[in-house]
C-alpha cells in the first residue's frame, strides 16, 4: 500500500528534534506568548525577509483576523477565488463581509487576473488571492489590479509555504500574507496552527492584540479581540521543521519531476511555467473519468485524495449567501476531474515510480 500521506513517516526525521523542544517548554515553563513563540515569529519572518510575523492558532484564523485588522466596513466586497477550499470564504463571512466569487484560470487553478477586474464595484474592498496547490497566483497582474484600485490583499499561503512567483515568495506581496501549518501542509505543525507576515508595525500590533483578547497589556483590553495564539509547544515544534523547509520542498519537486517526465499523455498535469517555483503541496492531475480511475488505484493500493469534491458555491453551507451567485462552470470542471496523487516528504521515488507505472496502466 502507498498512503497518500503518512505523517508518522513524514515527522520521523525531526523526532529527535521534537523530543529536545518538548523537553525545554516543559524546563522553560512557558505554555503561551513566551520565549519559542517569539523565536518562531523572528524565524519566520526572517525566512520570507519580511519585518514581522504573528503566530495564530490556525489558517482560518489567521485570515479572519488579516481581514479584521483591514477595518472594513461591514458590507464590503471581497474577491476570492471559486474553486478555493472553503475556509478563505467562510474567513470573508466571519468578518460579516461579502464574498465575490471570480473563476480561476483552468490552466493553474489559481485566480485568473484577467475576470478580477469585471467583479469590481464600489464595494469592493479587497482581493483575497489563494496559492491554491502550492503555485503562486500571477501577482504582477493582481498586483496591478490592486494598486489601480486601492484595494487591500490578502494572501491565502495554506498550501504554498516556500512558493514564489518571479522569485518573490508567496506572502510577500499583499499587506498580509496568511498560513496554516495543520500536520499536512508542506511546513506543518502536530496540530493546529497558523501565522500571519507582514511589513507594517501597526498591523503587526493589531494582530497581536486581536489573537490575544484585543490586549497588549494583561488585563487592559484596547479592542475587542479573540482568542487566538499559537501555543509555546506547536512554535518550538515549527521551529525544528522550518530549517528544512526547503529540503523538503526540494524532495516534493523531485518527486514531482518523476510525475512529469514519466507520465503518459492521457491525464493534465500541472502547468509548469519559468516564472514560477512550485512547492506541490499537492500534486493532482485531471482526467475525464475521475471516479473510475480514483477507484482503479485504490485496488492497486495506491492512495489519492479529491482536493476538492464540492465546489464551495455548491455546498450546503453556502446556500443563499449573498456574493455566491450565478454558475462557475470552470470551478466545476476542476472539482469533477481533479485528483490528488502521493507527492509527499514521506514518499521515495520508488514509491511515485509505482503510482506511474499504476497510472499509465489505466
Not at 52 to 69: E, M, P, Q
Not at 121 to 142: E, N, S, W
Not at 266 to 293: C, G, S, T
Amino acid at each position: 500500500m502507498i498512503p497518500y500521506e503518512n505523517l508518522k513517516r513524514l515527522n520521523a526525521p525531526f523526532e529527535n528534534k521534537f523530543r529536545e523542544r518538548f523537553n525545554k517548554v516543559l524546563e522553560n515553563g512557558y505554555y503561551i506568548l513566551g520565549p519559542e513563540l517569539e523565536a518562531f515569529e523572528a524565524a519566520y519572518a526572517a525566512w520570507h525577509q519580511t519585518r514581522f510575523c504573528v503566530g495564530i492558532s490556525n489558517g482560518l484564523d489567521a485570515l479572519i483576523l488579516s481581514l479584521k485588522a483591514c477595518n472594513l466596513p461591514a458590507g464590503s466586497e471581497v474577491i476570492v477565488p471559486s474553486n478555493t477550499y472553503i475556509a478563505s470564504i467562510l474567513a470573508i463571512l466571519n468578518c460579516q463581509l461579502i464574498p465575490v466569487l471570480v473563476e480561476p484560470d483552468i490552466a493553474t487553478y489559481n485566480i485568473d487576473p484577467d475576470k478580477i477586474e469585471e467583479a469590481i464595484t464600489p464595494d469592493t474592498k479587497a482581493i483575497m488571492v489563494v496559492h491554491l496547490y502550492g503555485k503562486c497566483c500571477q501577482m504582477d497582474k493582481i498586483m496591478a489590479i490592486k494598486e489601480k484600485h486601492d484595494l487591500f490583499l490578502i494572501e491565502d499561503c495554506a498550501q504554498s509555504h516556500g512558493a514564489t512567483f518571479k522569485d518573490k515568495l508567496s506572502g510577500t506581496f499583499g499587506e498580509f500574507g496568511a498560513f496554516s501549518f495543520y500536520p499536512t501542509k508542506n511546513l506543518g505543525a502536530l496540530g493546529d496552527a497558523g501565522a500571519v507576515i507582514c511589513n507594517d508595525e501597526g498591523y503587526k500590533n493589531t494582530l497581536a492584540q486581536l489573537r490575544n483578547y484585543g490586549s497588549e497589556r494583561k488585563y487592559y483590553n484596547d479592542i475587542i479581540g479573540y482568542n487566538n495564539r499559537l501555543d509555546e509547544m506547536q512554535a518550538a515544534f515549527l521551529s525544528a521543521k522550518l530549517e528544512h523547509l526547503k529540503e523538503m520542498n526540494a524532495h516534493r519537486n523531485k518527486l514531482a519531476q518523476l510525475y512529469f517526465d514519466n507520465l503518459g499523455d492521457k491525464f493534465i498535469l500541472p502547468v509548469q511555467h519559468a516564472d514560477y517555483y512550485d512547492v506541490y503541496h499537492i500534486f493532482n492531475i485531471r482526467h475525464e473519468k475521475r471516479d473510475d480511475l480514483q477507484a482503479y488505484l485504490t485496488k492497486k493500493g495506491i492512495g489519492t485524495v479529491i482536493h476538492y469534491p464540492v465546489p464551495p458555491h455548491k455546498q450546503k453551507a453556502l446556500q443563499g449567501v449573498a456574493g455566491i451567485k450565478g454558475s462557475y462552470p470552470i470551478a466545476e470542471e476542476i472539482h469533477n476531474t481533479t485528483l490528488s496523487i502521493p507527492c509527499s516528504f514521506c514518499h521515495i521515488e520508488d514509491e511515485v515510480m509505482q503510482v506511474i507505472e499504476a497510472l499509465n496502466s489505466y
